[in-house]
């Protein structure tokens, strides 16, 4: 578990802020501003690449037993127990998008319990092997796949490290409508872009504030004065597997 | 006098000729039954689930694939390396290679989630995909050949097919090297971390094809009742020595560089050790029986000359190859991922850290046997219509000198 | 001779079959089942209860509805999908929430019964879809088409960042100190 170190350079610190200022004002129209803060995106607008989204998880915050992070995103994007029309696949063929994983150290015997999905990395596998460009990274750095190319190869889940997509084995009924899903495509952890779009927070951070744990904290991490990049400065945030080099967009601190 | 080469159509009229074609016609309906019961139900009737994600049919769609490239081989020796011995055998060699890619590249595409996309396969293009960049080789391929054959049959074009040739051996070994790297990037997997994987799959083609290619001609000859001189079977066996010995080399250097490197222990432990039916798989297969026992048949001064013999060898060359792709794909996914190096999972949802299960389903299985018994059927058709096999392959008629040089 | 012509338009039929094959492996089982074609102007399309605009009906002029839905839809999921935007003009969902039509109990009709409005058509024109492979054929939740329409052209807005954030940046705001 090693962190990602590399030296720090000065200018590109001044850089970091001028750009989160830039951020702040954009341009609707030629001629016309709005400023309002950076997230706020009005509709018609493309997600742009001033934002990058990301996710630290406190480890050490996180409840041993607490499944609530699950349960939200099952809850909010239809699968698991909120899919009971997924009845057909064997256990080890039904999706998941994110799963608690508990760890001891074998040297220190210390125990650590932490949620685990789809890290949206900046450089992702899954996106470098995808024959069709099915596997994407949208502008702010949410890795996702568009179902409408994909054609089920599955070789983006070989390539993933951190076995966070899935397969759909049979056919489904009832989709959400935010979070369209069905038989012969891969799936995985959207980061809830629809709420992301819509200024929101992810499920599973809302499930875990709202548990008081508060071992999540969503934010963009090209803002310097977002919570989780003050978070991040101050105390690190480590990548699970950081020699791929993946610099993923979901941190971890306590592991 | 030097007989002279001719190439004839085979005769179509006997009982034993419809059979052949009745029984891989059989098994093709077989998997195509199979196919659209996968398909219209989905993939949860098969043994494949989300942690083995690549199962049967792609270690069937892999071996041909890889089998197809090494089967030109023979044809290559012959143009590229002027090796006249190999001449009479280039047509086949390259009708071989041909089918064999065709039915690999059928399996891969009716395991896909959305086989009915395959259009937008070939239209949307992520050019840093390994994979989409060996959809072209495979067209490509297949294309060349047929140039390639073209010019070897037509007269007219006789003299340029060394040119395409050559082209068609360069073209090969790209796609041998691409079919491997598709493991090779890969990099999160412990099995297929090695760079050696690439290269190992061009040896592994050149055994393969050999193999396929050897049981096919014995066969050929053999059913149609044209002579097949020693010379040529004797050579071409004593050639798969040598690439059985070649996989062998490089599949211990492999697991040499493997048990080298500290991170990739476990996965080593797993294949070599404990890993169950994957160890059983890849001592008693792929070493004993695909590996050892050919060698020793092959080169026996006098188990070495029987006919029943060499094609026993070649069989088992490709039950071990079966075996030996078995292990790597399946194996390689067995072994969980390692995300928490120094750390033991306690508990983990979906099945964190644990052995994954595989078994394959019957559906998977036909599939897989449907896409060889196409191969098969492409080839018994094409030398029944066209002139691809030399109505003789006698010493006499092959190479007057080989007989005795040899 | 004619024996080798046989065979020979064997092999065609094989090379054909096998381009077809993946096709045919989605092919539905229960497409063969034929129906007297209705004349068009006698299929039952029912009315949505509201209206888009006076002007316009569905959210584009009805001619150009009929003709071009596919365009509009292929349109927005693109944008939808890769770039965020997300106007609920020509939403999927929005046509579902528009058009969802109930059988006598009071339940929406499933695309698989030729009540749905998508499939009266499609079904007549044997057009399959696979949108609701994925997408709900049903209103899950109540149109939003009036809350979330921040303007109307697709995306005025595509100038380029000037800079960009590299990955090495990033490490910059995550080391531990
Ligand atoms: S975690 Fe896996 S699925 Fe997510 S972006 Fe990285 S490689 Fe892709
Ligand atoms: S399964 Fe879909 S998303 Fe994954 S690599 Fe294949 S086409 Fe791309």
């Known amino acids: ?255 | ?406 | 001779m004619s024996q080798a012509k046989l065979l020979q338009r064997l092999f065609a039929l094989m090379i054909g079959t096998l381009l077809l094959l993946p096709l045919a492996a989605t092919a539905d089982e229960d497409e063969e089942e034929e129906h007297e074609p209705l004349p068009f102007s006698e299929l039952v399309i029912t009315e949505p209860a509201q209206r888009y605009s006076e002007e316009t009906g569905c959210v584009a002029p009805e001619e150009e509805m009929r003709r071009n839905h596919m365009e509009y839809i292929l349109h927005q999921r693109d944008e939808t999908m890769h770039k965020g935007i997300r106007t609920r003009q020509f939403s999927l969902e929005e046509c579902i929430n528009c058009h969802a039509i109930k059988d006598d109990n009071g339940e929406y009709v499933r695309v698989e019964d030729e009540r749905h409005f998508c499939a009266t058509c499609h079904t007549y024109a044997s057009v399959k879809i696979d949108c609701f492979q994925c997408h709900s054929d049903v209103p899950v939740r109540a149109s939003r088409l009036r809350t979330q329409q921040s303007g109307l052209a697709p995306h005025p807005y595509d100038k380029p960042f000037a800079g960009k954030l590299a990955s090495e940046t990033l490490p910059l705001l995550t080391t531990e100190e």
Not at chain 2, 46 to 51: E, K, S, Y
């Open chain 1, 1 to 255: 578990m090693s962190d990602t170190s590399k030296p720090i350079d000065p200018s590109r610190r001044q850089f970091v802020t001028r750009a989160g200022g830039a951020a702040g004002a954009a341009a609707i129209a030629p001629g016309v501003f709005l400023t309002t803060p950076a997230q706020a995106k009005p509709a018609d607008q493309p997600v742009s690449s001033e934002n990058r989204w990301g996710i630290l998880i406190d480890a050490n915050k996180c409840g041993n037993g607490c499944n609530a992070c699950v349960t939200a995103c099952e809850e909010e994007n239809g699968w698991g127990s909120a899919d009971p029309s997924e009845d057909r696949s064997r256990p080890d063929q039904k999706a998941h998008w994110i799963r608690k994983v508990t760890i001891r150290d074998k040297a220190t015997q210390h125990v650590t319990t932490l949620p685990l999905m789809c890290q949206h990395c900046e450089t992702p596998p899954c996106v470098d092997v995808c024959p069709t460009g099915a596997s994407f990274k949208r502008a702010d750095g949410i890795v996702l796949v568009d179902k409408h190319i994909c054609i089920g190869c599955r070789y983006c889940m070989m390539a993933c490290p951190y076995k966070a997509r899935s397969f759909i084995h049979e056919d489904l009924k009832d989709q959400r409508p935010w979070a369209p899903r069905g038989k012969g495509t891969v799936e995985s952890c959207t980061m809830c872009v629809h709420r992301v779009d819509e200024d929101g927070t992810p499920a599973c951070v809302e499930a875990c504030n709202a548990e008081t744990h508060k071992a999540m904290v969503f934010g963009d991490l090209y803002d310097e004065n977002s919570e989780i990049s003050q978070e991040l400065k101050k105390h690190g945030g480590k990548e699970i597997r950081a020699d791929l080099g993946l610099n993923t967009g979901v941190r971890y601190r306590g592991i």
């Open chain 2, 1 to 406: 006098m030097k007989q002279v080469l001719n190439y004839r159509e085979t005769e179509g009229k006997s009982t034993g000729f419809w059979i052949l074609l009745g029984g891989l016609g059989a098994l093709i309906g077989l998997a195509l039954g199979s196919v659209l019961y996968m398909e219209h139900e989905g993939h949860y009737v098969t043994g494949m689930n989300n942690q083995i994600v690549w199962g049967m049919p792609h270690v069937f769609a892999i071996f041909l694939i890889v089998a197809a490239s090494g089967a030109l081989n023979v044809a290559s020796i012959g143009t590229v390396f002027g090796k006249s011995l190999y001449k009479p055998l280039g047509r086949l060699s390259a009708l071989l290679a041909i089918a064999l890619l065709i039915g690999g590249l059928m399996i891969l595409v009716l395991d896909l989630g959305h086989p009915d996309r395959l259009i937008v396969a070939m239209t949307y293009y992520n050019f840093k995909s390994i994979f989409a960049w060996n959809i072209i080789l495979y067209n490509g391929f297949i294309a060349i050949t047929a140039v390639y054959l073209w010019f070897m049959m037509e007269r007219k074009m006789n003299k340029y097919y060394p040119v395409a040739g050559f082209f068609a051996f360069i073209w090969r070994l790209i796609l041998t090297t691409g079919t491997g790297s598709i493991f090779g990037f890969l990099v999160a997997r412990q099995a297929y971390d090695a760079a050696l994987l690439a290269p190992m799959f061009v040896i592994m083609s050149f055994a393969y094809g050999l193999a396929v290619f050897i049981l096919v001609l014995m066969a050929g000859y053999a059913w149609t009742g044209r002579p097949l001189g020693d010379a040529v079977l004797f050579r071409l066996k004593n050639l798969l020595g040598v690439f059985i010995a070649s996989v062998f080399y490089f599949v211990v250097v492999y697991h040499l560089t493997n048990l080298y490197a500290t991170e990739h222990h476990g996965v080593e432990r797993f294949i070599l050790m404990d890993g169950g039916i994957y160890t059983k798989l890849f001592w008693i297969v792929q070493i004993l029986l695909g590996t050892l026992l050919p060698l020793a048949m092959i080169y026996h001064p006098t188990i070495g000359k029987s006919r029943p013999a060499i094609a026993t060898a070649a069989a088992l060359v490709i039950i071990g190859g079966f075996a030996q792709l078995y292990v790597l794909l399946i194996g390689g996914q067995a072994y969980p991922l390692v995300l928490f190096p120094g750390h033991e999972i306690v508990s983990g949802g979906f099945f964190e850290g644990q052995i994954n299960e595989y078994s394959p389903s019957i559906w998977e299985i036909s599939l897989g046997v449907g896409g060889v018994a196409l191969s098969l059927i492409m080839v018994t058709i094409a030398v029944r219509v066209l002139k691809f096999l030399p109505t003789s392959l006698e010493d006499s008629v092959v190479d007057p000198h080989a007989a005795k040089a040899d």
